[in-house]
């Protein structure tokens, strides 16, 4: 799906009220598709849609596809779920943390599925955007509760693609480092020690997403490095975890 194949087609973008979500809307927006654009605060979208001349819909991502369909005149074509909480902590965090997190980065996921897959599967074509991170395929220090349930988000794209491929239904899973956003603040002092230093600007992310759809790949690495660590871990889970180990005790001694 190349630039100039989105023209006319309906694209969803959860969480577009900034950062990633924003970015991807422009882009689609750019080729000419009808895109919807989705926040849980009406202002962080209104002033987006009017500019790339597309459509506002707020409210809680998990139950916005019928309300996005409608407004795009019955039909999804791609499904961005955008939508993520950063949710740092331990394995002690709060249970609402832990339920938050899940909820948003993982079971918001499952039920837009459920919402579009009748249609795609009923004619043939449908295209879902996970937007994951790099934690999904590795980790991330200092936050369990986002590691796993990001981890669970990519567990997902996975499980979709290889069901529906052969029925015509396109999965991408983009797993970014750091990307300068608000969650890469809200990641404070471990995301300065890890993602900040390689971060990209969210227009890098599109960019990336672009090019995995014309190639139909399922990986999105806006960092093309993560692909290396990917591999790395799988071959020699010991030493990655070990090496991952030192970077903890690094980032507890500039804690301390």
């Known amino acids: 799906m190349a630039m100039g194949t989105v023209q006319g087609a309906g694209v969803v973008v959860t969480g577009a009220g900034g950062g990633i979500g924003a970015a991807l809307a422009r882009r689609f927006a750019a080729g000419g598709a009808r ?22 819909v707020a409210g809680d991502a998990s139950g916005i596809v019928d309300a996005a369909r409608e407004a795009l005149d019955g039909t999804v074509d791609v499904y961005c779920a955008n939508a993520g909480l950063a949710s740092p902590g331990d394995v002690f965090a709060d249970e609402e943390v832990w339920a938050a997190a899940w909820d948003v980065n993982v079971m918001a996921h499952v039920r837009a599925a459920r919402a579009l897959l009748p249609d795609w599967l009923e004619r043939g074509s449908g295209r879902f955007v996970t937007t994951a991170s790099a934690a999904g395929l590795l980790t991330m220090i200092g936050a369990a509760p986002y590691s796993v349930t990001k981890h669970g988000a990519v567990a997902f794209a996975e499980w979709l693609s290889l069901t ?38 969210p227009e890098a992310v599109a960019d990336a997403l672009f090019e995995a759809m014309d190639a139909d790949r399922f990986l999105v690495l806006p960092h093309p490095e993560v692909g290396r660590y990917y591999q790395a871990r799988a071959a020699d889970p010991d030493r990655w975890m070990r090496g991952m180990n030192r970077l903890q005790q690094k980032w507890e001694a500039s804690e301390a």
């Open 35 to 56: 895109v919807v654009v989705n926040d849980l605060d009406p202002a962080r979208i209104e002033p987006l849609a009017k500019e790339i001349g597309g459509f506002a």
């Open 164 to 201: 529906y491929r052969h029925r015509g239904i396109m999965v991408h899973a983009i797993c970014p480092q750091g990307v300068r956003t608000d969650m890469l603040t809200a990641a404070g002092s471990a995301g300065e020690l890890v993602l900040a230093p390689g971060a990209v600007e």
